[in-house]
C-alpha cells in the first residue's frame, strides 16, 4: 500500500495569487498524478508527475499555470498560479506501483476569493 | 482512448431494496477497471477493482460489479441498500499507463 499527506489540507486564496500544494508518500513510487475535482464534478487528470524531467500535462492544462515539482520518488508539489475563482477545486496526488494499485491522497480544497 | 459512461446521474432507492449503478466503458486494450466512492466532504474510497481476473468482483460494504467484455460493462451492485451508502460513485478506467479516467459519477440517494 501507500500512504499519501498533503499539504495544506484546504486554504483560501485571495485572486491573483499562487498557491503551491505538497504530497508526500511513504514510499518509493515511479508514477505519480495530479488530479483536480471541481465543485459538483468528476475528477480530470492535470499532469504526470516525472521524477527529473518536466512533468506530462493533460490537453487543457498548461505549465505555466499548473508548474509541477517532483524531486524525488516519494515527493511532488503543484502550484496554481495567478488564481481566478474558477480554480476553486479539490486537488488530489495520486500514485500507482501498478495499473491496479492506485492509491489517492486526501486532497486540498482551494477557494479562491 | 479509454473512456467510460456513466448511465445515470442519479439513482434513488429506498433503504433495503437493490442498488445497480451503471457503467460502459471503452478501452483499446484490456483496461483495470474500479468503483470509487466519495461521501460529502470526504475523500475517495475504492469499492473494488477489476485487473483481468474473476469477472465478478466483490468489494466492501456488499458492493460487487460484473465485467462482461461483450456489453463493455462494469455495473455495480448491492443487494439491499443502506441509508449509509448515499454518496457519490465513480467508475475509473485505466488509461494504459497508470493514469485514470473517471466517469462522470452517480449521484445515489437512498430514501428511508
Known amino acids: 500500500s501507500a500512504v499519501i499527506s498533503q499539504k495544506p489540507s484546504r486554504d483560501i486564496c485571495q485572486r491573483g495569487t499562487s498557491l503551491t500544494i505538497q504530497c508526500q508518500v511513504d514510499?518509493?513510487?515511479?508514477?505519480m498524478f495530479w488530479y483536480r475535482q471541481q465543485p459538483g464534478q468528476s475528477l480530470t487528470l492535470i499532469a504526470t508527475?516525472?521524477?527529473?524531467?518536466?512533468?506530462?500535462?493533460e490537453s487543457g492544462f498548461v505549465i505555466d499555470k499548473f508548474p509541477i515539482s517532483r524531486p524525488n520518488l516519494t515527493f511532488s508539489t503543484l502550484t496554481v498560479s495567478n488564481m481566478s475563482p474558477e480554480d476553486s477545486s479539490i486537488y488530489l496526488c495520486s500514485v500507482a506501483r501498478t495499473e491496479a494499485e492506485q492509491y489517492f491522497g486526501p486532497g486540498t480544497r482551494l477557494t479562491v476569493t | 482512448a479509454q473512456s467510460v459512461t456513466q448511465l445515470d446521474s442519479h439513482v434513488s432507492v429506498s433503504e433495503g431494496t437493490p442498488v445497480l449503478l451503471r457503467c460502459n466503458y471503452s478501452s483499446s486494450y484490456s483496461p483495470s477497471l474500479f468503483w470509487y466512492v466519495q461521501h460529502p466532504n470526504k475523500g475517495l474510497q475504492l469499492l473494488l477493482k477489476?485487473?483481468?481476473?474473476?469477472?465478478l468482483v466483490k468489494g466492501i460494504n456488499g458492493f460487487e460489479a460484473e465485467f462482461k467484455k461483450s456489453e463493455t460493462s462494469f455495473h455495480l451492485t448491492k443487494p439491499s441498500a443502506h441509508m449509509s451508502d448515499a454518496a457519490e460513485y465513480f467508475c475509473v478506467v485505466t488509461m494504459g499507463r497508470r493514469a485514470l479516467t473517471f466517469g462522470s459519477g452517480t449521484r445515489l440517494q437512498v430514501q428511508p
Open positions: 477489476y485487473t483481468s481476473a474473476a469477472t
Open positions: 514510499s518509493q513510487v515511479t508514477m
Open positions: 508527475a516525472n521524477q527529473g524531467s518536466e512533468a506530462t500535462y
